[in-house]
């Protein structure tokens, strides 16, 4: 990729690193020497990048990855260890960082545009969790998920929120119970990724796969995307109700107005800006 076409900057001092590719964001985690752990600052830093490309009109898809051999180990241990010693026994610092981490995935699932994790190495505990969050996956051959916290006394209670929507309660509990590594190629039997490609391809497929969501209309993905999260927790009979009713605004959009005329005549579509 052309240094010209790509716009690189840093974010919250280099803990994450933002790279334009024409209509795709490459987000990189990049705490290499900490296996890419979720610190506060880590965390607080993808919030607000995510924030600010949901109103991005340059950007049409987001990409996640890992810097070095890691996509992301989780939450960061030590930091959380070193509050411990606070008077509450580092009860207000734990709940501050659940709270903020859940916020943030919540964040992946609430932009307007498809979040697409590029997953290089481990993804392991909240690391397994941003995976399952994002809208697509893609992996390494050598890319490997769990949830371990069960062997470390800490059960994965946020992850298995995340996990438990992507794959089947079974598989999900197995992970959670368990704790032990799963491949790439099992995960994606599972239903946690979409792609296994060789190590030098994932980021490429991965923005690759964000160009292509770059070429459909932009207002269709924002209710397609919302749409799908809210039906998911409805009963069959609302969700139905909820997705007609969706259906019904999304036909008097002038995207599917130019998309069906489109379709009918026989022509590309001129999609509105």
């Known amino acids: 990729m052309s240094k010209s076409a790509t716009q690189h900057k840093a974010v919250n001092d280099k803990v994450l690193l933002r790279q334009d590719m024409g209509p795709v964001a490459l987000l990189t985690l990049n705490r290499p020497e900490a296996r890419n752990g979720l610190s506060q600052g880590l965390m607080a830093a993808l919030h607000e990048e995510l ?23 989780g939450h960061d241990l030590k930091e959380l260890t070193a509050h411990r010693n606070d008077p509450d026994r580092g009860r207000g610092f734990f709940a501050a960082t659940m709270a903020q981490c859940s916020e943030m995935m919540l964040a992946i699932v609430r932009c307007p545009k498809p979040v697409i994790a590029a997953v290089n190495g481990i993804a392991t505990a909240a690391g397994c969790q941003l995976v399952a969050t994002c809208d697509l996956a893609v992996a390494s051959v050598d890319a490997r998920f769990a949830t371990p916290g069960v062997n470390i006394g800490l059960f994965c209670s946020t992850p298995m ?78 969700a139905y109700a909820y997705a007609s009713a969706v259906m019904v605004e999304n036909m008097l959009d002038a995207e599917a107005e130019e998309g069906i005329g489109a379709f009918i005549d026989k022509r590309p579509p001129r999609w509105p800006r």
């Open 51 to 73: 924030a600010a490309l949901s109103h991005d009109a340059s950007i049409r898809a987001i990409v996640i990855t890992g810097a070095g051999t890691a996509f992301s180990s």
């Open 161 to 238: 929120v995340a996990l438990s929507r992507n794959v089947s309660r079974k598989a999900a509990m197995e992970m959670l119970l368990l704790g032990e590594m799963t491949s790439a190629e099992e995960a994606k039997l599972l239903g946690l990724v979409n792609r296994v490609v060789e190590p030098d391809r994932v980021v490429n497929e991965a923005v690759e796969l964000g160009r292509l969501i770059a070429t459909k209309p932009q207002r269709t993905l924002k209710i397609g995307k919302e749409a799908f999260y809210r039906q998911l927790d409805m009963t069959l009979d609302d």
